[in-house]
């Protein structure tokens, strides 16, 4: 007998079009690799409708400090890209960066 095991994270998000939203899923199990992926929709300006940590619904705190690093990962990035500057540096000068 063969048993599922539920991802630790299931983010759910759509995908705008002009007339419509096409849901969709993303599983993983690593932490950082959920806030890495919450980045990546906060960058394109996908919604974000829930975040699950094993099976079970974030609250409205927990959903928003994660929503929160992810939105400080994105700044992080920005920063370094736009001034050239390395993560330890930002880490320094802005304090986003780990």
């Known amino acids: 007998m063969t048993s599922t095991m539920l991802a630790k994270y299931r983010i759910e998000y759509s995908v705008?079009?002009?007339r419509h939203a096409q849901s969709n899923h993303h599983l993983t199990d690593d932490p950082v690799g959920a806030t890495e992926f919450l980045s990546e929709l906060l960058e394109r300006g996908f919604r974000v409708a829930t975040i699950q940590h094993e099976g079970v619904a974030l609250q409205p705190n927990e959903f928003d400090r994660m929503l929160k690093s992810a939105a400080?990962?994105?700044a992080a990035r920005h920063l370094c890209r736009s001034l050239?500057?390395?993560?330890?540096?930002e880490r320094f000068r802005f304090g986003f960066a780990g």
């Not at 050239?84 to 540096?89: L, V, W």
């Open 72 to 74: 400080e990962m994105l």
């Open 16 to 18: 705008p079009f002009r």
């Open 84 to 89: 050239g500057i390395s993560a330890e540096e």
